[in-house]
């Protein structure tokens, strides 16, 4: 049994998420969990620094979902991502046309993904964030069009998957956690239930 597992006995962990790749990250963990997905508003007020809406967007989800938490042995688990470019966030998508426009922003440069995730109890809550920088090479039109196509990338912040096909293809580094950039920072989540 490692740390985790025996910080989490007697404890019920819920996952406040729809995304299937954060139900695979956390699985990683070797914990048990419930998935419970939050439809809270998404929206932050537009003075925020790019730090503080991923958490801010992630504690609004938890608390969207409190009436879950029923004693002091449940722990829920929010996140939200969002992908910074220059000055611009960028969240999901409104369509694939939009998708089109990211990926062609992001081609050839760098940018950075931020998740922010909030733990919460019927006693305290805590929230945190991990940043990665991520570049990607110059994609060319069919390469946009080819993964739009088949990948239909519109539920994802920035347009992309780095596990998917244009992540294969396109990034040429990664300064950081992949995880964080798949929708997860697993380290610093293990790190922050051990201490929550």
């Not at 958490?55 to 996140?79: G, Y």
């Not at 220059?86 to 369509?95: G, S, Y």
């Amino acid at each position: 049994m490692n740390a985790l597992q025996k910080k989490m006995e007697g404890i019920k962990l819920i996952l406040g998420s729809h995304s299937p790749r954060r139900q695979q990250l956390l699985k990683l963990l070797d914990v048990p969990f419930e998935v419970i997905p939050s439809d809270a508003d998404e929206t932050f007020p537009e003075s925020f620094r790019r730090e503080d809406i991923a958490m801010f967007v992630a504690r609004k989800k938890a608390s969207a979902l409190k009436e879950h938490i029923h004693d002091a042995n449940t722990i829920l688990i929010t996140a939200d991502s969002i992908v910074c470019v220059d000055d611009l966030v960028l969240n999901k998508p409104a369509d694939l046309k939009d998708a089109e426009r990211i990926l062609n922003l992001l081609s050839g440069r760098k940018h950075q993904v931020l998740t922010g995730v909030c733990l919460m109890s019927n006693k305290k809550s805590t929230s945190f964030y991990c940043k990665t920088d991520v570049s990607f090479k110059s994609l060319k039109d069919d390469e946009i069009a080819y993964y739009i196509e088949k990948y239909n990338p519109v539920d994802k912040a920035g347009a992309y998957g780095i596990q998917e096909w244009i992540g294969l293809i396109g990034i040429e580094y990664i300064f950081g956690s992949y995880n964080n950039v798949m929708g997860l920072p697993i380290k610093e989540l293990y790190e922050n239930l051990l201490r929550f």
